[in-house]
């Protein structure tokens, strides 16, 4: 791990994008990547929407190969995406595409259990909501709980926590919107309950 790469700052923004600095400081690489994708995503679609959830692990979870699970999950969640929208375009040929980008950061609570905040980023002219926090919904809540399972390969219900306002508008020429989610954001960058720049714990599509 590179210097650079674990280079923190404790100021007020970035890159003029306001930070949540009651939990600061912050790994600046952490911080460029969130930058990279969410702009990248806005380029692909200039009406994006982010969804901002954590994910957590049962009780009684022993899983050996802990730095292979997230990447298990985005494996089963862009596969599960991907098969709703070809669904979605056959009964419309009309009906928006997606393109699927991410970041996520690994932490670890008090109680020493491992848990993921996870952003996740879509063309808001084919999703816009989460959908209902109901287990067997036709929705992108599901498909999230469903390719968590997948990663931890039991069924559960309850991991997938995202709060009510969960889903974020972002558009090109919507300042504000853009401000209000980097600082929601900036919470996956900060130092604290993480390894002095692991690379298990954080990280970012690429494309």
């Excluded at 702009?39 to 959830?53: D, E, K, L, Y």
């Excluded at 020493?112 to 926090?133: E, I, K, P, Q, S």
């Excluded at 690379?199 to 690429?206: E, I, N, P, V």
């Amino acid at each position: 791990m590179s210097q650079k790469e674990i280079t923190s700052i404790n100021d007020t923004h970035y890159k003029g994008l306001p930070l949540m600095t009651e939990h600061g400081p912050f790994f600046v690489s952490y911080l460029e990547t969130i930058h990279r994708v969410m702009c990248q995503a806005i380029g692909a679609h200039p009406r994006t929407v982010a969804f901002r959830f954590d994910l957590r692990l049962p009780e009684n979870y022993f899983y050996f190969d802990e730095n292979r699970l997230i990447d298990r999950f985005i494996e089963s969640l862009k596969s599960k995406i991907k098969h709703a929208r070809a669904k979605a375009q056959r009964a419309n040929p009309y009906a928006h595409t997606t393109d699927i980008r991410y970041v996520w950061a690994r932490e670890y609570g008090v109680d020493g259990r491992m848990h993921f905040h996870f952003v996740l980023f879509l063309n808001r002219d084919a999703y816009h909501t989460l959908g209902d926090f109901k287990p067997g919904r036709d929705n992108t809540y599901n498909r999230i709980m469903q390719a968590w399972n997948s990663a931890l390969g039991a069924q559960y219900t309850g991991l997938v926590h995202a709060a009510d306002n969960a889903a974020y508008e972002l558009s090109a020429n919507k300042l504000h919107q853009i401000e209000a989610f980097f600082h929601r954001a900036s919470y996956l960058a900060k130092v604290a309950t993480k390894s002095q720049g692991s690379r298990h714990d954080f990280g970012g599509s690429r494309l």
